[in-house]
């Protein structure tokens, strides 16, 4: 998106096609309109701070973010920069560049989505084995619920096969004028109706069914609209009935309807029994290879998208855990040194598709966008807490030995030795694998390359390791698939040697 603006009326002077299209006005009608009509109320202090700072003659570099709002009110998320154009005599104006980033900003609202969900997940499971008590469990999962999937009440009933009755466990958000019985047959009513055919029960509209079962009038006349009663079976039995209630009726996302079946799963297992105990730990063994599972498809879809060497995060992920664990690191610290290079270059979902996969040389504008990808990378897993311990190689795998790298010019041991560690192998693997300006170098030539570096790029230490670990035999398949070198088209910035991967 083009336009020009007068720095003194604030008029659009010129719009092109582009910009026309995104605010859905005619050039005529833009051309009667100051530049700060179209810029969300939210965003018009910063923007007008940042245009002080270039009249001041402050530094501003880089792009802006901010939403522009088009003329029937859709609301457009943009990046831009704005140069003043010299006028001399005449009026002075101003040069504004944008572009939509509504897909990018999908992208990185959907990963954080995910990410707060697996991460509600995985307190459901560490309530089910910190204790044997299902209330607690419940009240975990509950929470969880309410909160990911914005709905105003949920609970939990417990099927007693031998009466075969259901019994209010547990609940939030539910008036007490509708839970008046907190026991009921199990053939009665919707939540009967999940036990008897093993199946979610979706009431879009509960008033249409008042009439016919006494616990849905109750929720009609407290107000909720919409129902749902997911039967929890666990052992191939139903151990008994999640019930989620909403009063503004809403047709669920696949990915909505994903997490309540997610977490539906681990309320019938923590119903189970109590003699459970066991089961649950195995079950929560299991949640970490899926957490581990869900933490390798995402790094195979970056790979996917940046064009890398198939298995590449997984490859270097067994690699890093192998040079590590020679290197004397604790076991523990294994777990998050893995995630950390597998989610390695996440960061890289936000830079736009024009220069992570040109072909060509980068300009120095492209670089300082591509060298913020460990900044956005830092960004989306922060907010996860049982991913904080594994931000180390995302954010810091690309700092140098010698200062000279990025995002935080970090040096020797300032770098976090997990970052150190990553480094090493990162680069080794981009070396002996293809690239469009170069074929895959030798394993030998690889490791000459490495000791070059040491002390420069690396920690010597580091380097030596590796060296002492290849020579025992260290494969290049560790943690994936051997290395073949074939289809590589992606861009890595791992070294700015000539010869080494960019």
């Known amino acids: 998106m083009i336009a020009v ?31 700060r009509a179209f810029i969300h109320p939210d965003d018009v202090p910063a923007a007008t701070e940042r245009r002080q700072r270039r009249q001041r003659g402050e530094p501003v570099s880089g792009e802006a973010e901010c939403r522009l709002v088009g003329k029937t009110g859709q609301v457009v998320p943009v990046a831009y920069t704005v140069t003043e154009l010299d006028a001399g005599d005449l009026l002075s104006g101003a040069l504004l560049i944008g572009r939509d980033i509504s897909e990018r900003m999908a992208a990185e609202q959907q990963i954080r989505r995910q990410l707060t969900r697996l ?4 307190a459901t499971d560490l309530a089910m084995t910190g204790s044997r008590d299902p209330r607690r469990t419940v009240g975990v999962a509950l ?4 909160t990911q999937l914005q709905v105003e009440a ?23 004028e509708a839970i008046v019985r907190t026991e009921f047959p199990a053939h009665e009513g919707l939540a009967g109706s999940a036990v008897l055919e093993r199946r979610t029960v ?8 008042q009439q016919i079962f006494d616990r849905a009038r109750r929720f ?56 459970l105990f066991t089961a649950l730990q195995r079950a929560n063994t299991e949640l970490t290879v899926a957490y581990e599972a869900t933490l390798e498809g995402w790094a195979r879809t970056l790979e996917l998208r940046d064009g890398e060497t198939e298995g590449h995060s997984r490859r270097v992920a067994g690699m890093t855990v192998a040079l590590a664990r020679a290197l004397g690191v604790d076991e523990e610290a294994l777990v998050q040194l893995r995630r950390g290079a597998l989610l390695h270059d996440i960061g890289k979902i936000a830079i736009p598709d024009q220069i992570l996969l040109k072909p060509g040389p980068l300009t120095e504008a492209e670089w300082a966008i591509m060298r913020q990808h460990p900044v956005y990378a830092y960004e989306v897993l922060a907010p996860i807490p ?3 311990p594994a931000l180390a190689i995302p954010r810091h795998h690309h700092e140098r030995w010698d200062g000279s790298g990025y995002p935080d010019g970090l040096r020797e041991q300032v770098i976090p030795f997990a970052a150190r560690i990553f480094a090493v192998v990162d680069v080794w693997d981009a070396l002996i694998s293809d690239r469009p300006y170069r074929p895959a170098w030798s394993t030998e030539r690889a490791d000459v390359y490495l000791a070059e570096r040491a002390g420069t790029d690396f920690d010597p230490r580091v380097v030596d390791a590796f060296r002492c670990l290849r020579a025992a035999g260290l494969p290049a398949s560790v943690g994936g698939n051997p290395v073949d ?4 088209r992606g861009r890595s910035d791992v070294s700015a040697h000539p010869a080494a991967p960019r």
């Open 154 to 176: 949920a609970d939990v009933l417990l099927l007693d096969p031998t009466r075969m009755t259901l019994t209010y466990l547990a609940g939030i958000g539910l008036p007490e």
């Open 485 to 488: 070198g074939a289809g590589v």
């Open 119 to 122: 991460e509600a997940l995985h």
């Open 220 to 275: 009609v006349q407290s107000g909720f609209a919409s129902y749902h009663a997911m039967p929890l079976i666990a052992g191939g039995e139903v151990k008994g009935v999640l019930e989620v209630l909403q009063r503004t009726p809403t047709a669920p996302s696949a990915e909505w309807r994903a997490f309540l079946e997610d977490l539906g799963d681990r309320l019938a297992v923590a119903l189970d029994n109590a003699g």
């Open 143 to 146: 929470h969880h619920l309410m």
């Open 5 to 35: 603006y007068d720095l003194q009326t604030g008029l659009v002077t010129f719009a092109n096609v582009r910009f026309c299209q995104v605010t859905g006005y005619t050039r005529e009608e833009l051309t009667q309109l100051p530049l």
């Open 202 to 209: 979706v009431i879009a509209n509960l008033a249409q069914r």
């Open 386 to 388: 049982f991913l904080r």
